[in-house]
C-alpha cells in the first residue's frame, strides 16, 4: 500500500505501526512521519494533495509551479517530490511490514523492490522486543 523512504527500521516505522491502532488512516498517518515515496492508486491523490500544498507552502510557489517541478532552495529531499504510484515503485527496500487484523508482521529485505522478494525470508510478528532488539544496533 505504501513505501517509505527513510526509517524504515523495526525500531522507527515499525515501532509507529506497532503502537497504531491498523486502521488505514492510522497506518497512513504513521508513514506520513517517514516520507512517503510511493502509494496505491486507491489513496494517491489524496496523498499527493496534501503533499503538493505543504510543498507550496515550504517554498513559496504556487500549486501549478509545484506540479511543474520547480522548487526553490539549494537542498532538496524526498519529501520535496510528489508520490509516485507504488507499481512503478523501484527503490532500495530494507523492509517490509504486512498488517494482518491487529498484528503486524515484518521481515527484513536485501536489494531493489521488488527483486528483493525473491530473496526475502518469511515474515515474523513484530514484537516490543524486536524494536528494541534493534534499536540496540
Excluded at 54 to 83: C, F, M, P
Excluded at 101 to 130: C, H, I, M, N, T
Aim: one cysteine or more; a negative charge.
Amino acid at each position: 500500500m505504501l513505501a517509505t523512504h527513510l526509517d524504515g527500521y523495526p525500531s522507527s516505522l515499525g515501532s509507529d505501526l506497532l503502537h497504531c491502532d491498523k486502521s488505514i488512516k492510522a497506518v497512513i498517518e504513521a508513514a506520513k512521519g517517514h516520507t512517503i515515496d510511493a502509494a496505491d492508486p486507491r489513496i494517491l491523490v489524496a496523498l499527493n494533495g496534501e503533499r503538493v500544498n505543504a510543498l507550496a507552502e515550504k517554498h513559496q510557489l504556487t500549486v501549478q509551479e509545484i506540479k511543474a517541478g520547480k522548487r526553490r532552495g539549494n537542498v532538496i529531499s524526498a519529501d520535496d517530490y510528489e508520490i509516485s504510484d507504488i507499481s512503478k515503485y523501484g527503490d532500495l527496500a530494507e523492509y517490509q511490514y504486512d498488517l494482518s487484523g491487529k498484528e503486524v508482521y515484518f521481515r527484513p529485505l536485501d536489494g531493489w523492490w521488488p527483486d528483493s522478494l525473491k530473496r526475502a525470508a518469511e515474515f515474523k510478528l513484530l514484537s516490543e522486543k524486536d524494536v528494541v532488539a534493534e534499536r540496540s544496533k
